[in-house]
């Protein structure tokens, strides 16, 4: 099954501050982690994104579109990062998350979700 982690934003992520100090420690863990998920087969593809004060959202209504600027409210709503996983199922990828070295300086969420997959339609 291929899922979606996503690593939620902090108030942090989203002024886009990291201490230096902080910032290569965790680069580090991370690179190691990310390098056992490669190792295991799981990995699919893995990002970091920019804070939503430098990203926009298109609001649809009918045929009308209204394109709203970043930064955007509700932090903990927000994305800052992600990976797309192929597992066997959710509670290796609940085993994989739990094994994650914490995505930021303070208290963090990960979210995993699962992607449609053709026969879910069938």
Do not use: H
Request: glycine share 8%; aromatic share 8%; proline share 7%.
């Amino acid at each position: 099954m291929r899922v979606m982690v996503l690593v939620k934003a902090t108030e942090d992520s989203e002024k886009g501050l990291l201490p230096k100090a902080e910032m290569a420690a965790m680069l580090e863990a991370m690179g190691k982690y990310n390098q056992e998920l490669i190792n295991a087969g799981i990995l699919r593809a893995a990002d970091g994104l920019k804070p939503s004060s430098q990203g926009k959202r298109v609001a649809f209504d009918g045929a009308s579109r209204t394109v709203i600027d970043g930064p955007f409210a509700q932090t903990r709503e927000l994305v800052a990062g992600y990976w797309l996983w192929e597992v066997k199922d959710m509670a290796e990828a609940v085993a994989w998350v739990k094994r994650c070295p914490n995505p930021m300086p303070g208290p963090s969420e990960i979210e995993i979700r699962p992607l449609y997959e053709a026969a879910d339609f069938q």
